[in-house]
């Protein structure tokens, strides 16, 4: 059974700091997708990751993807509070006839004045 | 605002009560999803149709019934319901080819 598990689950910081949220899963996969959803609202998609290597950017955000260490990683420059949100990673599992993401637990990120 | 709609956004119903969920979407994509998401919870899979066939159920109790008569549009049918079954419940569709979800705003139900 394919489990996808974040890190940390909680996070408190302040503004104008850098963090990294990982994202590590079980199974073999090369294709990864980050999500935001903010409190009472639905997931909004920030990254599709679909190849070892990968990397994306957008402003503040930064998501990589390293599928020898199936290992994902979104890293947050100089936090604002707008950043504030949950975080899921979400994985394709390769195999065949599924169609399904298997998403970790979200990480809740908390950004202080 | 995605293009995925779900309606309602808020309902409550007590155990004996039969509701449906709708979802639509008129984005073109041929895959949808239901999931559950509860407090404390990862997000869970109900569901997945598939050009309107069912290919995934996730060991779903059988009073939620999905229901999908075309590629836009799904529902989820409630009955006999528990206070467990309480949680925001998201929709979501992809396109042929690609696992990227597109999610609904999700229908907060509460169970009484």
């Known amino acids: 059974e394919l489990k996808v598990e974040q890190n940390p689950l909680f996070l408190s910081m302040q503004e104008g700091k850098n963090y990294t949220i990982y994202c590590n899963y079980s199974t073999t996969s090369d294709r990864l997708y980050w999500y935001r959803q903010d409190p009472g609202k639905s997931l909004e998609s920030l990254f599709v990751?679909?190849?070892?290597?990968a990397v994306k950017q957008e402003g503040r955000l930064m998501a990589s993807l390293d599928t020898k260490a199936r290992l994902s990683t979104l890293h947050i420059t100089a936090a604002v509070h707008d950043l504030s949100a949950t975080y899921f990673c979400a994985v394709d599992p390769i195999i065949q006839g599924a169609q399904k993401l298997v998403f970790g637990q979200g990480t809740r990120l908390t950004i202080n004045p | 605002e995605t293009g995925v709609t779900q309606t309602p956004r808020h309902l409550v119903m007590g155990m004996t009560n039969k509701k449906s969920l709708k979802c639509e979407q008129h984005l073109g994509h041929n895959a949808m999803y239901w999931y559950k998401q509860s407090a404390k919870k990862p997000l869970e899979l109900m569901f997945v149709?598939?050009?309107?066939?069912?290919?995934e159920n996730n060991s779903v109790p059988s009073r939620f019934s999905p229901e999908c008569p075309n590629s836009s549009h799904l529902f989820l049918h409630l009955h006999t319901l528990q206070p467990e079954d309480s949680a925001l419940y998201l929709c979501a569709s992809s396109p042929q080819g690609s696992y990227e979800q597109y999610f609904g705003p999700g229908t907060r139900l509460t169970v009484t």
């Open positions: 990751l679909l190849s070892n290597g």
């Open positions: 149709y598939n050009f309107k066939e069912q290919t």
